[in-house]
């Protein structure tokens, strides 16, 4: 899950959220809706026992080398309170999770105890026991007034059972971007369409679809547009609906490559083609206010960029300070020889293996090679200029499946 906490964009974040809910700056009052991300300890009962005995310390001394004998004068359960107090000499059944009575001043676990059974009066106290034994402080995990989220952190399992915890049935959230995913080219049919001579599936936008869902977006097909200017007017007119738009295709230098000539009708062009390989044809500008990432049409080629670009902005707009995956050094079990002098990212598989990491590459890299990206969890980066990797080289590595940070 990566929503993450912001105090710009309120968002609901179950069924039940009222952006009225939304809170704002930390505050030292506290009321409905204006309470910060504050620990805030309630309950009249301050302590938690466990199963046994709650007793004074004092009395768990043996006497004459004897157990102490105590009087049991009732019990308590988890979820309530107890109705009389411990006094000296005697001591009170306790559940894990009841309230510790009044008067008592630790607990003994049953396991240390010897008495008549459940019901039994009286209670031996086969161990000698410091005060504030198994008791847990109320507040000894979050105090009052301390600031246990800080925004911008990703709200996972862990971070909803501390809102739980504390109450907090609504945050505000950065709400996850939608982005519109369109394939272009005449070639280019749905995959619910037979094949025809002349055609081929989009693949790309299912493809991306899945990463944008993967890095915490909320995709939006639009199908493909024709490879015609006015096709595009109108895909794009539906796709500035999004926060952004991820084209597939179309932004080469051919005749009909006519995504960029749209960014230029409608908003401008930030940088086009970048010295790599698969994916130089990249362009990323703005149509109106909403930013446009092309990707190239080649599958590969498409995956790959939508990794190094796609997925960090996405991650920026989600509020993430961790953009990009680690990088490691790993040892190219089969080498790269072919020179290529763009920046080549080689698909590889990267295991841990007798104390090293070893990349093998994924074999043709071809940038319409899809079974190229099965398996890979890593992109290797072999350096511009017709570099060879030996087998058994050292190359950098992009970690796919290691979390940014
Ligand atoms: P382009 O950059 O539009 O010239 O496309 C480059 C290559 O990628 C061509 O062989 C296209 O047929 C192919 N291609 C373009 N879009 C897709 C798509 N959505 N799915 C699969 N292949 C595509
Ligand atoms: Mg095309």
């Known amino acids: 899950m990566s929503l993450c906490l912001t105090k710009q964009q309120p968002l609901r974040y179950n069924r039940t959220a009222t952006t009225d809910a939304a809170l704002h700056e930390p505050r030292s009052s506290s009321g409905p809706g204006h309470r910060p991300?504050?620990?805030?300890?309630?309950?009249?009962?301050?302590?938690?026992?466990?199963?046994?005995?709650?007793?004074?310390?004092?009395?768990?001394?043996?006497?004459?080398?004897?157990?102490?004998?105590?009087?049991?004068?009732?019990?308590?359960?988890?979820?309530?309170?107890?109705?009389?107090?411990?006094?000296?000499?005697?001591?009170?059944?306790?559940?894990?999770?009841?309230?510790?009575?009044?008067?008592?001043?630790?607990?003994?676990?049953?396991?240390?105890?010897?008495?008549?059974?459940?019901?039994?009066?009286?209670?031996?106290?086969?161990?000698?026991?410091?005060?504030?034994?198994?008791?847990?402080?109320?507040?000894?995990?979050?105090?009052?007034?301390?600031?246990?989220?800080?925004?911008?952190?990703?709200?996972?399992?862990?971070?909803?059972?501390?809102l739980a915890t504390l109450g907090w049935t609504h945050v505000p959230v950065i709400r996850r971007p939608r982005v519109a995913i369109l394939g272009t080219g005449d070639e280019v049919i749905d995959v619910h369409e037979p094949l025809r001579p002349g055609k081929i599936r989009n693949s790309n936008s299912y493809l991306l679809e899945a990463a944008v869902r993967k890095a915490g977006a909320e995709p939006q097909r639009l199908g493909v547009a024709r490879d015609t200017v006015e096709s595009l007017r109108e895909k794009f007119s539906e796709a500035i609906q999004c926060d952004l738009i991820i084209t597939s295709g179309g932004v080469s230098v051919g005749e009909f490559d006519l995504v960029k000539n749209i960014m230029t009708e409608q908003g401008e062009i930030h940088f086009w083609r970048i010295n790599m390989r698969p994916g130089k044809p990249v362009a990323f500008g703005h149509i109106g206010a909403v930013p446009l990432l092309g990707l190239p049409g080649n599958p590969v080629s498409a995956a790959v960029t939508f990794e190094l670009f796609g997925r960090p902005v996405i991650r920026k707009m989600l509020g993430h300070t961790h953009l990009l995956h680690p990088q490691a050094d790993v040892a190219v079990e089969d080498g790269v020889s072919e020179r290529v002098m763009r920046r080549h990212y080689v698909r590889a598989h990267v295991e841990w293996r007798d104390g090293r990491l070893i990349a093998r590459t994924t074999g043709n890299q071809g940038s319409n090679i899809m079974t190229s990206l099965l398996n890979a969890n890593a992109l290797l980066i072999v350096p511009e200029g017709g570099t060879v990797i030996q087998p058994g080289a050292l190359a950098k590595a992009i970690m796919l499946d290691w979390p940014e940070g």
């Not at 161990?127 to 800080?150: C, F, K, S």
């Open 37 to 162: 991300f504050k620990a805030e300890i309630t309950g009249s009962n301050p302590v938690r026992g466990m199963d046994g005995f709650a007793l004074l310390s004092q009395d768990s001394q043996p006497r004459d080398g004897q157990p102490p004998r105590l009087r049991v004068t009732g019990g308590v359960a988890a979820g309530y309170i107890a109705d009389h107090a411990v006094e000296p000499g005697s001591a009170m059944r306790i559940m894990t999770g009841a309230p510790v009575p009044p008067g008592a001043d630790t607990v003994i676990q049953v396991e240390l105890t010897h008495s008549d059974g459940p019901e039994s009066e009286w209670v031996e106290i086969m161990q000698e026991i410091a005060p504030g034994n198994n008791i847990r402080p109320a507040g000894e995990d979050m105090r009052r007034g301390q600031t246990v989220l800080l925004r911008g952190t990703e709200i996972g399992p862990w971070e909803i059972g501390i």
